[in-house]
């Protein structure tokens, strides 16, 4: 049963205050704001009747909590989100752009709450950008701002429903302000780094080092040939001196080589 009192006593100044039960049996108790006991004693019948409604599941708890979440004001549910942005390790322009698209699209369509947020409120400040000639990637920006953060609203139970599911975001494509286009055979050699962009310094030196891969300097030419001259050519039988090759005799059990006369020399036939 609720029960009123006052701090100090009875007859002690100040305001009543409540003490209930709650739906999940939890001891509650809270200001009454008032000096009447009359009026504190209302109040917590009003919260001891909520209370037996939400535990007989006449009241959803959870609904309840959503509709109070959406009576807050949509700066002081911002805040959570730009927590939520960095958590997932978004940079701090993108939280900052993110969090003033919100604001631009909430000050437009006069949203104070979540419980003011609608889809016809965003598709007419979109048409306000649309009017105003800005780009479609531009209105797509905004547009994702705002549709992601109703999501997460919706995702964590603090909206019933995502109020913007219903708002489309327009085609990049059907506003091409810039059209990109592949450069030919003859732009790309004349650019001299194979096709890839001048002013990437990563690729400026892959592009160097391919060339130097595909084409060898005369330098290293010379270095090549100066090193074949010093390799020592293998020794033939016809380069033998006639007495060497006379008295030269094949040894089956050498392994097939040639034993000189100088039985220390073995020399390897090729």
């Known amino acids: 049963m609720a029960t009123v009192f006052k701090r100090g006593g009875a007859r002690a100044k100040g305001p009543w205050y409540i003490q209930w039960i709650d739906h999940t049996?939890?001891?509650?108790?809270?200001?009454?704001?008032?000096?009447?006991?009359?009026?504190?004693?209302?109040?917590?019948?009003k919260?001891?009747?909520?209370?037996?409604?939400?535990?007989?599941?006449?009241?959803?708890?959870?609904?309840?909590?959503?509709?109070?979440?959406?009576?807050?004001?949509i700066e002081a549910h911002l805040a959570d989100y730009e927590s939520k942005l960095r958590t997932a390790g978004r940079t701090e322009k993108h939280i900052t752009s993110t969090r003033r698209f919100i604001e631009w699209v909430a000050d437009h369509a006069e949203f104070t709450t979540l419980a003011d947020i609608t889809a016809d409120g965003v598709n007419r400040y979109a048409g306000k950008?649309?009017?105003?000639?800005?780009?479609?990637?531009?209105?797509?920006?905004?547009?994702?701002?705002?549709?992601?953060?109703?999501?997460?609203?919706?995702?964590?139970?603090?909206?019933?429903?995502?109020?913007?599911?219903?708002?489309?975001?327009?085609?990049?494509?059907a506003d091409r302000r810039r059209e990109r286009r592949m450069l030919p055979p003859e732009a790309l050699r004349a650019t001299g780094t194979?096709?890839?962009?001048?002013?990437?310094?990563?690729?400026?030196?892959?592009?160097?080092?391919?060339?130097?891969?595909?084409?060898?300097?005369?330098?290293?030419?010379?270095?090549?040939?100066?090193?074949?001259?010093?390799?020592?050519?293998?020794?033939?039988?016809?380069?033998?001196?006639?007495?060497l090759r006379d008295c030269a005799s094949l040894d089956a059990s050498s392994g097939g080589g040639i034993r000189t006369p100088d039985t220390r020399i073995m020399i390897p036939l090729l």
């Open 25 to 45: 049996g939890k001891r509650r108790s809270k200001c009454a704001r008032t000096t009447d006991k009359a009026t504190a004693e209302r109040i917590a019948r």
């Open 47 to 73: 919260h001891e009747a909520d209370a037996a409604l939400r535990r007989d599941g006449v009241i959803d708890p959870t609904l309840d909590a959503i509709s109070k979440e959406s009576q807050r004001t």
């Open 129 to 173: 950008l649309r009017d105003e000639g800005r780009a479609v990637r531009t209105i797509q920006a905004h547009l994702n701002a705002i549709k992601a953060f109703t999501k997460w609203l919706t995702d964590h139970h603090k909206l019933p429903r995502d109020p913007l599911s219903s708002v489309k975001k327009p085609n990049p494509k």
């Open 194 to 243: 194979d096709g890839l962009p001048t002013d990437d310094p990563k690729g400026a030196q892959h592009s160097q080092r391919e060339r130097g891969q595909s084409a060898a300097s005369p330098c290293d030419d010379q270095k090549r040939r100066d090193a074949q001259k010093k390799t020592p050519k293998p020794l033939q039988i016809a380069d033998l001196g006639d007495g």
